[in-house]
């Protein structure tokens, strides 16, 4: 009777780019999800429902595009080694959604604010069921990737 483990090299086996099996792949997978998901939707609001994003958007936008496209290859080819490259990324989109939340929930004044000159976020619009605000939701979604990559880098002990 055949085996039914997968081969070297392939998501969930022992052995290959994975040394973590099945667990790390799917921590990866479900980075990359997060970040497809993150990516679509600013694309929904932006393209479909016509609303310009900020300027602090756009500089989140340009940390999670990137990542929805590396974690997915990544993830294709079971490469967890992909988390030094993509961490950096999803720390720096971090950075900046936080201080962009800061700004919208008014614990940094309001002369400090970089985006008075472009689309305001803190319209009924910017938000998520008419109370979850976009910032929130995209530092949720740094947070989340940021997360997930650290689990699937993580060595375990045999």
Do not use: K
Not at 120 to 144: D, W
């Amino acid at each position: 009777m055949a085996s039914s483990s997968p081969p070297p090299g392939v998501p969930g086996s022992d052995q290959g780019p994975l040394t973590n099996g099945t667990r790390s792949w799917q921590y990866l997978l479900a980075a990359w999800l997060v970040a497809l998901v993150a990516t679509l939707a600013a694309l929904f609001i932006g393209e479909v429902m016509g609303q310009a994003p900020c300027n602090l958007c756009w500089f989140q936008r340009i940390f999670m595009f990137p990542l929805a496209v590396i974690l997915g290859l990544a993830a294709f080819r079971g490469d967890a080694g992909i988390a030094r490259y993509a961490l950096p990324l999803a720390a720096l989109g971090w950075l900046v959604a936080l201080y962009h939340s800061l700004l919208y929930l008014g614990i940094v004044p309001a002369e400090v604010q970089p985006c008075g000159a472009g689309p305001s976020c803190s319209g009924e619009g910017m938000t998520i069921a008419g109370a979850i605000p976009l910032p929130l939701v995209s530092l949720a979604a740094f947070t989340a990737i940021a997360g997930l990559l650290s689990l699937s880098n993580r060595r375990t002990i045999p």
